[in-house]
């Protein structure tokens, strides 16, 4: 298992070096919902977890946004809901080019 996350971080890191694109946010929007991330998140109220737009707004500036959101949604790291400590659901997705699509999509909002 180990030893998978290292290729798909890897693949991702090359993939994040790659010149940027335009946004596909239908898929984005497919792949969220797909994952289940929208259970939790919106675009703009937040739920349990936080809007995409504060997310956005909390990595604005930040040289590294898209690889630390890369790590967040692939790692199930473990998160704070409702004052308890749950592992966070990772993307439904081992595409690199997908999953980067998604967080350009939520560092868009």
């Given at each position: 298992?180990?030893?998978?996350?290292?290729?798909?971080?890897?693949?991702?890191?090359?993939?994040?070096?790659?010149?940027?694109?335009?946004?596909?946010?239908?898929?984005?929007?497919?792949?969220?919902?797909?994952?289940?991330?929208?259970?939790?998140?919106?675009?703009?109220a937040k739920?349990?977890?936080?809007?995409?737009?504060?997310?956005?707004a909390k990595?604005?500036?930040?040289?590294?946004?898209?690889?630390?959101?890369?790590?967040?949604l692939t790692?199930?790291?473990?998160?704070?809901?409702?004052?308890?400590?749950?592992?966070?659901?990772?993307?439904?997705?081992?595409?690199?080019?997908?999953?980067?699509?998604?967080?350009?999509?939520?560092?868009?909002?």
């Amino acid at each position: 298992m180990k030893k998978q996350l290292f290729v798909l971080a890897m693949s991702i890191t090359a993939c994040l070096a790659l010149p940027a694109h335009a946004v596909d946010a239908d898929a984005a929007q497919a792949l969220a919902k797909k994952s289940n991330c929208m259970k939790c998140h919106s675009v703009s109220a937040k739920k349990e977890g936080p809007s995409f737009k504060d997310v956005a707004a909390k990595y604005k500036g930040q040289a590294d946004a898209e690889a630390k959101l890369v790590t967040h949604l692939t790692t199930a790291p473990t998160i704070k809901v409702g004052g308890a400590e749950e592992k966070h659901t990772n993307v439904k997705s081992s595409d690199p080019a997908e999953i980067k699509n998604l967080v350009q999509w939520i560092l868009a909002q």
